[in-house]
């Protein structure tokens, strides 16, 4: 009931046309915009790389951001208490709430690959990044569940779209996407390891290179896992402190 109310919802704010018309766009101008970035400051290898990486990255909007906003909506519309009260509770709805959104993750990677790589002709690249696909597959499930920690947070903020935001262009910046780990200072490399996308897309690379990548992808697969207590933890305790204090907001 809860999956299929979260489909009604979904496409009741993001209708077929809205999806064609300004989704299928952003989720290829934005990698496309990445790789111009990673091309002023690597040349055609810095370009690779942060192509790559971005079509990991692409995935956060939708587990992130909008998955965030379906509970953020709630509370704005006053109707967060009905999910409060229901059987399975808050934590266990958000997280079948997200299974849409993680559909459109996976099909937003898939769609930058195709537009971005006939972009700049790479069609080669296009082919390995199109087989590496169950690797997108696990970068979408450790930024859902992050998307759930986020969410979490974000729900008590009244700013709540601004620390959505925030979160994304953490993982934008600390998650490897434009550039190589190695660039950014120590403290901020050892954040990186436990952030979502920087394994995954370093897995993807390396599939895409003929390297080794089982283990990147080993490695994405248990920082999804961490999250994804992380966040049943946050939400239970957001829902916990809302029935303490007879109140949704922060």
Known sequence: MVARAARRDYFAVYPVR???TSSVPRVVLQPLFL????????GLA???????GACAYIVSL??????????TDDLAEGTLYRVRMSRPGLPLVQLTRCWIYFVEAVASAVVAVVGVCAFFGEWGLMASLLQGTPILVVTALSTTAFGLAVTAVAALHPASAVLTNLAVY???????VIAPLDRLPWPLRW???VLPVTHGADA?????????W?????????????????????????????????????
């Open 18 to 20: 809205t999806l064609l």
């Open 35 to 42: 790789a111009y970035l990673g091309y002023v400051t690597g």
């Open 46 to 52: 810095g370009r690779r790389f942060a192509l790559v």
């Open 62 to 71: 939708a587990t992130v951001v909008k998955a965030a906003d379906a509970l």
């Open 170 to 176: 953490v993982l934008l910046v600390m998650a490897g």
């Open 191 to 193: 954040v990186s390891e």
């Open 204 to 212: 993807l690379r390396a599939f895409a290179d003929g390297r080794s």
């Open 214 to 250: 089982a283990a990147g992808a080993l490695l994405e697969l248990l920082v999804a896992g961490g999250w994804l207590v992380v966040g049943l933890t946050l939400l239970k305790r957001n829902d916990s402190r809302a029935r303490r204090l007879a109140s949704d907001g922060g």
